[in-house]
């Protein structure tokens, strides 16, 4: 079963949120339906779709002001949870080694983590893809998992920007994750695309090979967008 999930960032509101939830519970998705919604958003329920956040403190408790934990985040009902999305590397300053403690946070607290990997532009340009995504996997992912984990392979210079990689890029980033995992160990692991999905490129875009779902950030806000895609992909 391929993932469709949704990073609503920082917008939508419960109102919004509701209406989404009335809209898609009335379908039978073929597919796991996530939306990683803001923190104050979590709390609702839905028989289609499962909830994730966006971001989780590498801290378990404590003096963190403005921080939320992962045992929190599983309170208010989180399934899953973003680490080390662009955004927040870029805005934030992560690294590698912060998203892994998050991602460790998460597991502990039984919250799948999807963990974020992608290149820039001046990576592409470069030539640097294959060495910056594969030592992302490698630093991002926490050690000696035999858990849920999800790898979100999100081009960062193809976010929110209208363009997608060509199928052949994207063929080949997620062959190098895929085998990456494998060579950890972690066969089997889903391998999700992300930057610029819509419901005209969704159908091709999960049938590429290690392809087994998307992440889908300004698409997944407006039910009439997001359907479409959630019924896309089989
Ligand atoms: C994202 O930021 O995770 C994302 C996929 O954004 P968009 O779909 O808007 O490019």
Redesign the pocket.
């Known amino acids: 079963m391929k993932f469709v999930v949704g ?1 609503w ?1 920082m917008n939508g509101s419960r109102e919004i949120l509701r209406e989404m939830i009335r809209q898609i519970d009335g379908l039978r998705p073929e597919n796991r339906v996530v939306l990683c919604v803001p923190f104050t958003l979590l709390g609702e329920k839905s028989t289609n779709i499962a909830f994730g956040a966006q971001d989780v403190s590498s801290h378990e408790r404590g003096a963190y002001t403005g921080e939320v934990s992962a045992t929190m985040l599983s309170e208010a009902g989180a399934k899953y949870v ?1 680490v080390g ?3 927040r590397r870029m805005y934030h300053d992560e690294t590698n080694d912060i998203v892994r403690e998050k991602a460790m946070r998460a597991l502990e607290s039984g919250i799948t983590p999807i963990i ?1 990997v992608g290149e820039t532009m001046d990576e592409k340009r470069a030539g640097k893809t294959i060495d910056v995504i594969t030592s992302m996997v490698r630093e991002s992912l926490p050690t000696n998992v035999r858990d849920d984990i999800i790898i ?1 392979y ?1 081009p960062r210079w ?5 363009i997608t990689p060509t199928a052949d890029e994207i063929a080949g980033a997620h062959r190098v994750i895929a085998d990456t995992l494998s060579y950890m160990g972690l066969d089997g692991t889903p391998i999700l695309y ?5 419901a005209a490129n969704v159908g091709d875009i999960v049938a590429i090979r290690n392809v087994d779902g998307v ?6 806000l407006k039910p009439e967008e997001f359907i479409p895609i959630i019924q896309s992909v089989k």
């Open positions: 990073n960032k973003i999305h662009s955004e974020c979100a999100e193809a976010i929110g920007a209208g992300g930057a610029s999905v819509n992440l889908v950030g300004g698409a997944s």
